[in-house]
Structure formats: C-alpha cells, structure tokens
C-alpha cells in the first residue's frame, strides 16, 4: 500500500514534556512537510524538506525541529510542549517542484 | 473519492496582465486555502476562503460553494508572482491538495 503513515493517532502530555511524531511516506516522493492545523482547518506550513534542504517557516518556534533519516521519513520533535501547541500536526509528501501533495491522517497533540 | 482539479497547469504572462486560476473541487468543502509554493520551494499560505469573497492585495478569492469551484486573481501580476499555486480542499474525507498552476510572469 502506498500512502503516507503517521504515529501516534493521538498524544496527551503535559507542559514541558518532550513530544515526537513519526511520519513515512511510501509513494516514491523526495519531499515530505508538516503543518500544523488550527480549529478553523486552516493549515499552517511548518516545515518543507527535501534531500537538497530545509526550508522552515519562520515562524516556527525553535523548540520544533524536524528529523530525518532518509527520503522516506519526516519526524516531528517538540522539545518543551506549551498549551498552544494543542494541535492536528499533519505530514504531507510530494515530488519536489510537482505541486500536489498527499497527506497522511494527522497526529492530534493535547498539551494539559 | 475526494478530488481537486486546477486550471490551467500552466499559464505564461506579460508583466501587468490579471491572472486567473481555477480550483474545482468534487463535494463541499469545510475549509480551502490557497497556496504559494516559489521556484525555490518554498510554501506560502495566500487566502482562505470556503465561501464567498476574499480580497488581500492583489489578490482576489472567489468561491461559490455550490457550484464546488474557486478562484483566485492576481492583478496586475508582477514577475516576483511567478511560481506554482496550490488549492487545497478541506472536504468531509480529508485535505487534497490540486496539482498546482504554474505561473509564470514575463518582464
């Protein structure tokens, strides 16, 4: 089956707490992004990576970082979980330059 | 299952024209954000508009819900506009992403 995994479903933690998601695409794409996704659905671009670079959001709080072992996995860490941080985090794949991604089915982060 | 087509995939213009793009989408959608993806990868969010009509700069959102499409126009288009743009759908199912129209703004 090719498709773009995550885990967990679903995480509780407290404030402070070191968090990590796992994502794993399995469609053959050399770039893979997290958004982060508000009440609204709005989705918020956090991350894009591919094997050539990183380009972060600016915005981004430095306490997420993403992490990488091949073309195929996009990790998520958060170092030091605040309540805002209570989230949907979806990870999306494309092909570099092809405009349409695919996403996985989110990791929903309670923060208490 | 859910699906998203945007037109045209590619569109060349002189500095100065409008630019219109078009996002159909095949049920309703609960959220559509359009995106701005630059030759250097970039991504950026533009609009969201799930219905109605959005304006920010030069740039206008349409949606009619019931017809399942929306648009977005550049006016004036400058050649720093050039790069893909990407209609994402929020429907009941999931996000789907269009393939994206490339733009691309001539001096």
């Known amino acids: 089956e090719t498709a773009v995994f995550q885990t967990p479903n679903y995480h509780v933690t407290q404030v402070g707490n070191e968090v990590s998601f796992n994502c794993k695409q399995t469609l053959g794409h050399d770039t893979m992004y997290w958004y982060k996704q508000d009440s609204k659905k709005l989705l918020k671009i956090m991350f894009s990576?591919?094997?050539?670079?990183l380009i972060v959001n600016e915005t981004v709080p430095r306490r997420f970082s993403p992490q990488s072992s091949d073309k195929a996995h996009l990790n998520l860490r958060i170092k030091s979980v605040e309540p805002e941080d209570s989230a949907v985090y979806l990870c999306?794949?494309?092909?570099w330059g092809g405009g349409e991604q695919y996403f996985g089915p989110g990791t929903r982060l309670t923060v208490l | 299952g859910q699906q998203v087509q945007q037109s045209p995939a590619s569109l060349v213009l002189q500095e100065g024209e409008n630019a219109e793009l078009q996002c159909n989408f095949s049920s309703t959608a609960t959220q559509l954000q359009w995106f701005y993806q630059s030759p250097g990868g970039s991504l950026v969010s533009l609009l969201s508009n799930p219905s109605g009509t959005k304006h920010t700069g030069r740039l206008t959102s349409t949606t009619v819900t019931k017809e399942r499409r929306s648009s977005l126009h550049i006016s004036s288009s400058q050649t720093t506009d050039s790069g893909t743009y990407l209609c994402?759908?929020?429907?009941?199912?999931?996000?789907?992403f269009g393939a994206g129209t490339k733009l691309t703004i001539k001096p």
């Open positions: 990576y591919n094997n050539k670079q």
């Open positions: 999306a794949s494309s092909f």
């Open positions: 994402a759908f929020h429907g009941n199912e999931k996000i789907t």
